[in-house]
């Protein structure tokens, strides 16, 4: 039952002893402060990266050719290795483990695209029906490049944002024509992905088919760039397609497999498990931190009850010898710690969150920082943490009272 006796009590204890219940409290709540900014910032951190990994799929393993830095066979060094479109076909066709495969190809020169009046100079992409998947492009509007468009050698385009903006000018843009380096292109898409930070807003690129621009650009069967998704495989398995892919280019290209320049790859799956890995450890010595100055404040809490004991062992004498029980001995002390550590544990909980909500609102996101947070069952298990660790701040305390003997305390001087 609510012993209202006991709480007034309390409160006269405490408003007596303002001073030092201040700053015991002070130091809860510092310390749940803490541990509340220290994980909000971790995952703003952990938030950032995540949104970068999101640019494109993280099952990905992107291969670029380069030149050879070992002899092999009686040929020299420094021979360049240009990726093929066979490439592409024997990978898709023969690596089992293989889920989305695109070859990709920029288009430096010859860039001006135009729509009536209006011009601008964008990058151009040559890309196969699976990069949209790759990339993780959101489309707003079409549609994306489809097989369909391969196979008939289309002239069609899927466009950025920027693009049409650029362009356009407000006036709708599918079916229409625009002119890629003098050529008519379909618009058939407009899209949006996350690269390059707000939503892609600022991307000034548009996609068109590859065996399309191999026809009008002339550029017979080379690829630049490779990129295969590896489904659900483990960084273990991901490795092993990895290189039985690269051990099938030199093969083809005829250079050592173990030169490391001559093709180039990036393995996301394993970067990404790499990152996580670094992000658990931080998350744990965060909360080893927090945790320890959370502690820092209940073993502050514990003295001062022992100090609150040490001044009232007289009276708490004279209550034993009217007949108190230990018990009510027990939960007067610990319900003045639990009040304590739950009233500044609370303030330092609100003060956190708060500062986490203003920097979030304030600050804007970045490729470094973003979005920190802490979610509500953070917030439940750290205010159920102070709880119990209010308790047993105030159990010793409280055992000690207890304990006292009523002719003992009455002599106390």
Excluded at 72 to 96: A, C, F, H, Q, W
Excluded at 218 to 245: C, H, P, W
Excluded at 332 to 347: H, N, P, R
Aim: hydrophobic share 45%; proline share 3%; net charge positive.
């Amino acid at each position: 039952m609510f012993d209202i006796d006991k709480w007034q009590e309390i409160f006269s204890t405490i408003q007596k002893n303002k001073m030092r219940t201040f700053l015991t409290g002070f130091s809860v709540a510092w310390g749940i402060f803490m541990l509340i900014i220290l994980l909000g910032s971790g995952n703003g951190l952990e938030n950032a990266v995540r949104y970068q990994f999101n640019s494109s799929a993280v099952n990905t393993i992107w291969m670029w050719s380069n030149q050879t830095s070992m002899p092999y066979k009686g040929m020299k060094s420094g021979r360049p290795i240009n990726l093929e479109i066979e490439d592409y076909d024997l990978i898709k066709n023969t690596v089992d483990g293989v889920d989305k495969i695109s070859g990709r190809n920029f288009i430096w020169q010859n860039s001006t695209i135009s729509y009536k009046k209006e011009f601008g100079s964008f990058d151009i992409m040559t890309v196969h029906p699976d990069y949209g998947k790759i990339e993780q492009i959101q489309l707003l509007e079409g549609r994306y490049i489809n097989d369909l468009d391969l196979e008939k050698f289309r002239k069609v385009a899927c466009i950025s944002k920027v693009v049409k903006e650029s362009l356009f000018k407000g006036e709708p843009c599918l079916n229409k024509y625009i002119k890629v380096a003098g050529i008519p292109f379909l618009v058939v898409g407009v899209y949006t992905d996350q690269e390059n930070g707000d939503n892609g807003n600022n991307l000034r690129q548009l996609y068109v088919p590859f065996t399309t621009a191999q026809k009008v650009f002339n550029m017979k069967n080379r690829v630049q760039t490779i990129a295969f998704t590896v489904g659900q495989s483990t960084v273990d398995e991901s490795k092993a397609i990895q290189d039985k892919v690269k051990n099938m280019m030199a093969a083809r290209h005829k250079f050592d497999p173990q030169d490391q320049r001559a093709v180039q790859m990036w393995n996301a799956v394993e970067e990404y498990k790499k990152v996580m890995d670094l992000f658990a450890g931080i998350r744990l010595f965060i909360w080893i931190i927090g945790i320890g100055t959370i502690i820092a404040g209940i073993v502050g809490v514990s003295n001062i009850m022992l100090i609150v004991v040490k001044e009232r062992t007289k009276e708490i004498g004279v209550r034993k010898a009217l007949g108190a029980t230990p018990w009510s001995i027990i939960s007067l002390i610990l319900q003045e710690s639990v009040l304590i550590t739950g009233f500044a544990g609370y303030i330092g909980l609100v003060l956190g969150i708060g500062v986490l909500e203003l920097i979030s609102k304030y600050m804007p996101p970045s490729d470094f920082f973003r979005n920190p947070e802490a979610d509500f069952m953070l917030a439940v298990s750290a205010t159920i943490l102070l709880i119990v660790a209010g308790t047993l701040a105030g159990f010793v305390p409280a055992r000690r009272a207890a304990a006292i003997k009523p002719v003992e305390a009455l002599r106390d001087e």
